[in-house]
Antibody, heavy 119, light 107 residues
């Protein structure tokens, strides 16, 4: 059974940093692109980042480019999201998702982890 | 960026009825559209990708159609478990973008 379990969320002040983790199991992690998707309170879904199988390619929307860094450790079947210079508008539930090959849809999602950016 | 306009934002229906949800892209995305179901306490579920391909495990009462800029999710003969929030998402190009969601409630 595919499982994706996020951790590392919490309350952080604006301008500070936070690193999220996602532990994957039930599939060969190194064979899949992985992604982060977020959902602000009472809002819709927003794609945040994607990483290729080897980690050599990463993709971001303009809203987080230069502030967020996605990475992975295939030996540990783990995905990460380093978030720097956090803003109040980054407050959201962050979901780890398995991405189908290079095509950008998500066939499995985690339960999500909440990040609150507030002073 | 491709803007995805989803409608309606809210839909009320009764079990057994059929409903349709529309998703329009600001430019052509070929057939590269996915549909997801969001339910409280459950992980998001991929229903359909590439416009009309049912993900394994998706009941056959769900169907997707469309190409270019106009897409539709149809649910025939609603079951109680279908009442949820539905999102469309284009997977033709980066940045990947979602529609704003449709909440399907029991009438």
């Amino acid at each position: 059974e595919v499982q994706l379990v996020e951790s590392g969320g919490g309350l952080v002040q604006p301008g500070r940093s936070l690193k999220l983790s996602c532990a994957a199991s039930g599939f060969t992690f190194s064979n899949y692109y992985m992604a982060w998707v977020r959902q602000a309170p009472k809002k819709g879904l927003e794609w945040v980042a994607t990483i290729s199988t080897s980690g050599s390619r990463t993709y971001y929307p303009d809203s987080v480019k230069g502030r967020f860094t996605i990475s992975r450790d295939n030996a540990k079947s783990s995905l990460y999201l380093q978030m720097n210079s956090l803003k109040s508008e980054d407050t959201a539930t962050y979901y780890c998702a398995r991405q189908w090959a290079g095509r950008g849809f998500f066939d499995y999602w985690g339960q999500g982890v909440m990040v609150t950016v507030s002073s | 960026d491709v803007q995805m306009t989803q409608s309606p934002s809210y839909l009320a229906a009764s079990p057994g009825e059929s409903v349709s949800i529309s998703c329009k892209a600001s430019k052509s995305i070929n057939t590269y559209l996915a549909w997801y179901q969001e339910k409280p306490g459950k992980t998001n579920k991929l229903l359909i990708y590439s416009g009309s391909t049912l993900q394994s495990g998706t009941p056959s009462r769900f169907s997707g159609s469309g190409s270019g800029t106009d897409f539709t999710l149809t649910i025939r003969s609603l079951e109680p478990e279908d009442f949820a929030v539905y999102y469309c998402q284009q997977h033709n190009e980066y940045p990947l973008t979602f529609g704003s969601g449709t909440k399907l409630e029991i009438k």
